[in-house]
């Protein structure tokens, strides 16, 4: 079969495709289930351009000026230093902070270097055990200005994944196994495990998604409601064409955030490098007018 091949190249096709072509050929619908899962495709990756692209200045922005600011510190600053050292003027303590830093940087710079890919590995690592896993995309669904964003993204995922299986034929259990698989975030994974152990014993999707307290009401009782109406698949796309539309919204809303926090921050560290600068100047000149 069709959806036998493409089981051969699991790098390739993925399961949630596989799947939907599996119950589109035992349907007879293979057309329709393939155009719908380029809309699904669509929608996805429409999605991960509007995340990428909001955030594309701010990071910009940010590595720019800690370049900027490595650069000053590491070269700039201790030259000062120098000059002011040679010339017996105590240096106060912001230019000796930045001076000792930029000392550091340059003497032991391999050092930094082996602790941030350290760091990273062992990060990496963490990442790849369960409980690495679980932590991390629990801080992930609670820090406090992309939490809300990436929950609404998992949830917008959960609904539109689900409602897209669904419609194409996919028998229930088996499309809450492939909804656990591509979800993104453990904790909520895990809440989709509970839902389908609940459908399993012939309860509801909706009482595990409100005794988890990690999906917001409304969108467990929109759930409820397309339960009870035999119109699940419907609701679970307004549920995600109702977070995709709010995800936009905060995306904007967290861009205005940003850039003027980017800004102040980096004010600050101009302004405490600025300082570290001028106030040993002021005791120059003061040398040299008596």
């Given at each position: 079969?069709?959806?036998?091949?493409?089981?051969?190249?699991?790098?390739?096709?993925?399961?949630?495709?596989?799947?939907?072509?599996?119950?589109?050929?035992?349907?007879?619908?293979?057309?329709?289930?393939?155009?719908?899962?380029?809309?699904?495709?669509?929608?996805?990756?429409?999605?991960?351009?509007?995340?990428?692209?909001?955030?594309?200045?701010?990071?910009?922005?940010?590595?720019?000026?800690?370049?900027?600011?490595?650069?000053?510190?590491?070269?700039?600053?201790?030259?000062?230093?120098?000059?002011?050292?040679?010339?017996?003027?105590?240096?106060?303590?912001?230019?000796?902070?930045?001076?000792?830093?930029?000392?550091?940087?340059?003497?032991?710079?391999?050092?930094?270097?082996?602790?941030?890919?350290?760091?990273g590995l062992g990060i990496k690592f963490y990442i790849t055990t369960e409980e690495g896993r679980l932590r991390i995309d629990r801080v992930k669904l609670r820090l406090p200005l992309l939490g809300p964003l990436y929950r609404k993204a998992a949830i917008s995922g959960f609904a539109r994944t689900l409602a897209t299986l669904v419609a194409s034929g996919?028998?229930?259990?088996?499309?809450?196994?492939?909804?656990?698989?591509?979800?993104?975030?453990?904790?909520?994974?895990?809440?989709?495990?509970?839902?389908?152990?609940?459908?399993?014993?012939?309860?509801?999707?909706?009482?595990?998604?409100?005794?988890?307290?990690?999906?917001?009401?409304?969108?467990?009782?929109?759930?409820?409601?397309?339960?009870?109406?035999?119109?699940?698949?419907?609701?679970?796309?307004?549920?995600?064409?109702?977070?995709?539309?709010?995800?936009?919204?905060?995306?904007?809303?967290?861009?205005?955030?940003?850039?003027?926090?980017?800004?102040?921050?980096?004010?600050?560290?101009?302004?405490?490098?600025?300082?570290?600068?001028?106030?040993?100047?002021?005791?120059?000149?003061?040398?040299?007018?008596?």
């Amino acid at each position: 079969s069709f959806s036998g091949a493409l089981a051969r190249y699991p790098r390739i096709f993925s399961k949630l495709f596989i799947n939907m072509v599996k119950a589109g050929e035992a349907s007879w619908k293979l057309d329709l289930v393939l155009r719908r899962f380029a809309e699904f495709i669509e929608h996805q990756a429409d999605l991960r351009q509007k995340i990428k692209g909001a955030l594309f200045y701010p990071v910009i922005l940010l590595f720019a000026g800690m370049a900027v600011t490595l650069f000053i510190v590491t070269f700039i600053i201790p030259q000062f230093a120098e000059i002011f050292l040679k010339a017996g003027i105590h240096l106060p303590l912001p230019t000796l902070i930045i001076f000792k830093i930029g000392i550091g940087i340059k003497r032991f710079w391999y050092l930094f270097i082996l602790l941030f890919i350290g760091t990273g590995l062992g990060i990496k690592f963490y990442i790849t055990t369960e409980e690495g896993r679980l932590r991390i995309d629990r801080v992930k669904l609670r820090l406090p200005l992309l939490g809300p964003l990436y929950r609404k993204a998992a949830i917008s995922g959960f609904a539109r994944t689900l409602a897209t299986l669904v419609a194409s034929g996919v028998p229930i259990l088996q499309s809450l196994d492939i909804v656990k698989e591509v979800i993104g975030n453990e904790v909520l994974a895990r809440v989709v495990g509970n839902v389908r152990t609940s459908v399993e014993r012939g309860q509801s999707l909706s009482e595990p998604l409100k005794i988890s307290e990690e999906f917001p009401p409304d969108t467990v009782q929109m759930i409820s409601v397309g339960e009870e109406t035999g119109n699940l698949e419907g609701m679970l796309n307004k549920i995600s064409d109702f977070y995709d539309m709010s995800l936009g919204y905060s995306i904007k809303k967290l861009t205005t955030v940003i850039e003027p926090l980017l800004l102040v921050v980096m004010g600050c560290m101009v302004g405490f490098i600025m300082a570290s600068m001028l106030l040993p100047m002021f005791d120059m000149i003061k040398i040299l007018r008596h």
